[in-house]
């Protein structure tokens, strides 16, 4: 359970993501004030507990996740992945069951963070993308602890982020000003807000900036979104476009509505990049609310239940429900899906509408 100071902390990010008056121009949702239309049911919830307690077995002694072929590759952002599922099942470092596990993993980031703020590997050619999932990751926790020492590397590496943004609003795999596309784009805006709502100094023509880069890549014929402008619409590039904007306050903008109708269309047989795609889905049709939670959520708990691998008092998820398309490995998925059916628990303050 979590305790009285992180109830205040909740509310008070969650009525920030509403009314921040110094920068974010944030349009108040419909869906603030309604009831989740889903609940935890009991099977669900025996289902988090057993992936929770098969992540926390598979962490290595130095803090990191990631034992399966890309995962041992991109270990920086499959430890931030398994963070951010055990903060939506209530974990903070030091707190719950699984403290120790989640203040390992967090040293391992913040170990993993050179004096320049880069966290991971300069030699891996993605490292914009393990860069932006670990500052999400760091920037939530920062949010709900305030330890002083994760506050200077997060303000690190989140000028890594602001220093890496091109001319047209996004950014690219690298930290150089030059290329874009929504993918490492969406990942850098949503650290932005993490980082803003703790706290940290973030300008707002870089968000406005953003804004129009994802806008940029809107897909008017289908509703979608491109992975680059002027390119073909996909689920998990509606899925991560449509939540970018919703973190920036856009809860009402058209385009929000229309690639939220545009997901609920698409048969789940024929989303690209499933596992990736969810966790972009998943919170951008919580924060949509209403209707299309309600339909979204109860499909994929049934669809996850019923594909959930269980020995004894541990569960996961094999990487080929992703139907060999970037399922990754047992971690990644375990941690995307867990946090996914978590999010009724309402514990992560970025996922508040």
């Known amino acids: 359970m979590r305790s009285a100071a992180r109830v205040g902390g909740w509310l008070f990010m969650a009525v920030a993501v509403l009314f921040f008056s110094t920068g974010w121009s944030v349009q108040a949702a419909t869906s603030v004030g309604e009831p989740d239309p889903v609940k935890m049911d009991a099977k669900t919830e025996t289902l988090i507990k057993g992936a929770l307690k098969f992540l926390a077995s598979k962490q290595h002694p130095n803090g990191a996740w990631g034992s399966q072929d890309e995962e041992i590759r991109h270990q920086v952002a499959m430890t931030a992945y398994v963070l951010m599922c055990f903060q939506a099942a209530g974990q903070l470092p030091g707190e719950g069951e699984y403290g120790k596990a989640v203040h390992l993993g967090v040293q391992y980031l913040v170990d993993a963070t050179a004096p320049d703020g880069l966290i991971g590997n300069r030699n891996n050619g993605q490292y914009m993308y393990n860069h932006g999932i670990a500052a999400i990751a760091l920037g939530e926790i920062y949010g709900q602890t305030k330890t002083p020492a994760l506050r200077t590397k997060l303000d690190r590496i989140i000028k890594v982020i602001l220093s890496s943004q091109n001319n047209e609003g996004g950014w690219r795999y690298r930290p150089v000003a030059r290329d874009a596309d929504i993918s490492v784009t969406v990942l850098q805006v949503v650290a932005l807000r993490a980082a803003k709502n703790a706290g940290l100094d973030v300008p707002q023509r870089t968000i406005d900036n953003a804004v129009k880069y994802v806008k940029s890549c809107y897909h008017e014929k289908t509703g979608g979104f491109c ?32 690639g939220a109708r545009y997901l609920l269309g698409i048969a789940r047989n024929n989303q690209d990049w499933f596992t990736y795609g969810n966790f972009y889905a998943a919170p951008a049709l919580y924060m949509v609310g209403g209707e299309s939670w309600g339909k979204y959520y109860p499909a994929m708990r049934d669809f996850l239940v019923q594909n959930a691998v269980t020995r004894g008092d541990m569960t996961w998820w094999e990487p080929t429900i992703d139907g060999g398309r970037m399922g990754v490995g047992q971690v990644y998925c375990t941690s995307v899906y867990a946090m996914m059916l978590a999010m009724p628990y309402h514990y992560i303050p970025l996922y508040q509408r």
């Open 227 to 258: 992975y680059q402008p002027n390119r073909e619409p996909g689920y998990a590039r509606t899925a991560a476009a449509i939540y970018s904007l919703q973190v920036c306050g856009l809860y009402e903008d058209p385009m929000v509505k229309a």
